[in-house]
């Protein structure tokens, strides 16, 4: 079992498998992404939380394939019972303020400066009569996720979604957003530019000597910071996307029972 030493040493930032090109031309943007989680953590070091440990950037191959932020508070316990949002921020009840449907808002956005709309789940869901939003949102992260469409048939039938409603989902979706890219493999360019713009925003919490932790496309932060985070994702998102689409957001807080 790694000692307290071990699980808070650096490297911040983790690139697990390198590319031949990405190990010739490393260099600055890998010191500076070093020097800001360098920063978050040592800004995080005087705040406690569930699962507290550092925050890392990490890479499943390098920074030319996307990367997405990562702490042990995400691996709590969120689905029958939600210790996670039942945790704490430094012995204060946490909000867990989340971007709705990005995979897809960032990519209409980036590529074609295009809104998708309050609620495109819903959306697809009126369209498909397919009203299981869990299906919805697992098709659409494998579609814009996998490289063919084969591979994310495959992948959504492990998952209970069958021929025909994977078939059904994609007539839908291409009917209502037909410039998306589906099997393109893009998520690996929508985890970096996500990960980027939650970085922003907890570097604009030390700012603000607010604590935000990532939770993939989310951050949790103080119930009486949640304005805050609400309004500085929606700026920094619309600032990152490059036009001026704006996201939705969802505010998660723990249940009463």
């Known amino acids: 079992m790694p000692s307290d030493a071990e699980r808070t040493k650096q ?14 031309i490393r260099g600055t943007t890998e010191l500076m992404e070093e020097a800001e989680l360098a920063k978050i953590n040592n800004f995080l070091k005087g705040h406690d939380w569930g699962a507290k440990a550092p925050v890392r950037l990490i890479y499943s191959t390098d920074s030319f394939h996307g990367g997405r932020l990562y702490t ?8 029958k019972i939600d210790i996670r949002k039942h945790s704490l921020i430094d012995g204060e009840p946490l909000s867990e ?6 995979q897809l808002r960032l990519q209409l956005a980036v590529l074609h400066g295009e809104d998708a709309g309050d609620d495109p789940y819903e959306n697809i869901a009126m369209r498909s ?3 299981d939003r869990e299906k919805i949102k697992a098709f659409i992260v494998r579609a814009i996720g996998s490289d063919s469409r084969h591979k994310a048939e495959g992948s959504c039938r492990k998952l209970g979604i069958s021929v025909n409603e994977f078939n059904t989902l994609e007539a839908a979706t291409w009917a209502l957003y037909p410039i998306l890219n589906l099997f393109t493999d893009w998520t690996h360019q ?5 990960a980027k ?7 604009k919490g030390i700012d603000d000597g607010i604590v935000c932790l990532p939770v993939h496309d989310a951050v949790a932060v103080q119930q009486k910071h949640q304005f805050w985070a609400i309004k500085t994702m929606m700026r920094l998102w619309t600032e990152a996307v490059g036009c001026n689409v ?11 029972n």
Not at 190 to 194: F, K, M, P, V
Not at 197 to 203: D, E, G, N, S, Y
């Open 11 to 24: 490297p911040y930032v983790v690139v697990k498998r390198p590319c031949e090109m990405w190990l010739r």
């Open 72 to 79: 042990p508070y995400q691996n709590l316990p969120s689905r």
């Open 97 to 102: 303020v989340d971007f709705s449907a990005n």
């Open 129 to 131: 009569r397919i009203f």
């Open 190 to 194: 929508g985890q970096s530019l996500e």
């Open 197 to 203: 713009i939650l970085k922003k925003v907890m570097l």
């Open 246 to 256: 704006k996201p939705r957001l969802k505010v998660d807080k723990p249940s009463k």
